[in-house]
């Protein structure tokens, strides 16, 4: 990584690790879901899967890619991607935990590490066939909240992230023994591997992209089965785990799927996640009067819960009804001030009253969210309105050059940073962030 030090090494870190962006016009552009409330379900899913597996639960992340198609893999030594289309086709959270668990025993047994070091010395990485592009691109998602786009080649994601049978079977194994330690039941891994069962007979332009990366065979789903037999007796109910779940999977299938279907299968549902659902629908319509009922009940039901006032925020903030957004938002980081999306929210809303007053207070909460999450493009776009409105150009450079650093598109960063090196005083945190995404663009171009 050369000279980059500090703050900016996390920043330009997984950029520069996956920059490979020479995918074919064919490729399939996918969304990488940004949601406090999903984040927030998948790391609680985590945890203990992380602790059995002797990682850290604070560093280890899952996140959400939306993507049809029934994947999962990982990205680097801390992150899990999830396709959306799993996650939405699977049916309790022991069945998503089997599946974070397995890729946990990717990142514990040392089998991702090995392919990014590979990756990063390989000069000629194109010419060998791997052609990933899983280049972050900044962009909002409408459907899905707050997203970033990205770009991957099928061909060359399933070359890059696909495993051995010897991988998989000590990933399997391993897995088992991390769901047993954190008590959950290693059937639901038997589950989720019979969803896949009979796939490999298939032509491959037909398999799941799952099959593709993790071969399943024969003697894979009945040495699962051995797992799970053996380690019955370790099964403990967690309805937490099992209410996150469902949260995380109802919200995401009603910013996803049609509102109308939504609104039908959610009609009778009484429950917080129901109400969710046709929260979310009633705004897709767009109903705006409809969906602000249901976020009244939800209040009433879960009045302490962050996640509603922030989805009433981002209801009321697009409904362009800006002062009671910034209510609600400010109500959700007082329930929740450690919360970075939640943080970046807020300032959005701030932002969005455009008076010299809350702009400043945008300022301060954007600041805050970059500081615990560096890696959001959003956030960093809205981080540079503010400074440009309170009149610190340098900055709102410095921001705007990480937003496209983040993206991959560190030719634009660069120009960006020079022109921030040239605004703010030499050696300040400003310059020196700059300086470091420069560092990274010229360590890119030379390879």
């Known amino acids: 990584m050369g000279a980059m030090t500090g703050p900016a090494r996390g920043l330009i870190g997984l950029a520069l690790a996956l920059i490979l962006s020479f995918a074919p016009a064919a490729s399939r552009a996918q969304s990488l879901i940004r949601d406090a409330e999903i984040e927030y379900a998948l790391k609680r899913l985590t945890q203990p899967l992380a602790v059995a597996a002797g990682l850290s639960p604070e560093r280890v992340r899952v996140m959400v890619l939306q993507d049809s198609s029934l994947n999962a893999f990982v990205l680097d030594s801390q992150t899990v991607m999830v396709h959306s289309g799993l996650l939405l086709r699977l049916e309790s959270a022991a069945e998503l935990q089997a599946v974070i668990s397995h890729e946990l025993a990717h990142i514990a047994n040392g089998h991702i590490t090995r392919r990014l070091s590979n990756m990063r010395s390989a000069g000629s990485a194109a010419a060998m066939g791997m052609l990933m592009s899983l280049a972050v691109a900044a962009a909002g998602h409408a459907d899905a909240g707050a997203g970033i786009a990205m770009g991957s080649s099928s061909t060359a994601q399933r070359l890059f992230f696909a495993h051995t049978r010897a991988e998989e ?25 019979e969803i896949f069962r009979g796939q490999e007979a298939l032509s491959r332009s037909r398999q799941d992209p799952y099959v593709l990366t993790h071969p399943l065979n024969a003697d894979r789903l009945r040495n699962a089965r051995g797992y799970a037999s053996a380690y019955s007796g370790a099964v403990q109910s967690d309805p937490e785990a099992d209410y996150w779940f469902a949260r995380a999977r109802g919200k995401l299938g009603a910013f996803l799927q049609n509102p109308r279907y939504t609104l039908r299968r959610a009609e009778k549902d ?97 600041e805050k969210a970059r500081a615990r999450d560096p890696r959001d493009p959003r956030m960093l776009r809205d981080l540079a309105v503010a400074y440009a409105r309170t009149g610190n150009n340098g900055m709102a450079s410095v921001a705007t050059a990480e937003r496209y650093a983040v993206a991959g598109r560190m030719k634009t960063a660069a120009v960006h940073a020079r022109r921030a090196e ?5 050696g300040s945190p400003g310059w020196l962030r700059a300086d470091d995404i420069l560092a990274a663009a010229e360590k890119l171009k030379q390879r």
């Open 270 to 366: 009484k429950t917080a996640v129901g109400m969710v659902r046709r929260a979310v629908a009633w705004h897709r319509t767009p109903d705006a009067r409809r969906a602000m009922a249901e976020i009244a009940r939800l209040e009433a039901a879960r009045g302490s819960d962050p996640f509603v006032q922030e989805l009433k925020g981002q209801i009321l903030l697009e409904s362009r009804q800006f002062g009671p957004a910034v209510q609600a938002y400010a109500r959700a980081v007082q329930m929740a001030p450690k919360e970075p999306l939640i943080l970046a929210g807020y300032g959005r809303a701030l932002l969005a009253l455009d008076r010299p007053a809350e702009n400043r207070k945008a300022l301060a909460a954007l």
């Open 422 to 426: 040239g605004l703010l005083p030499r």
């Open 169 to 193: 079977a000590s990933a399997d194994q391993a897995g088992a023994r991390y769901m047993a330690r954190a008590g959950i039941s290693p059937q639901a891994m038997v589950k989720v591997l």
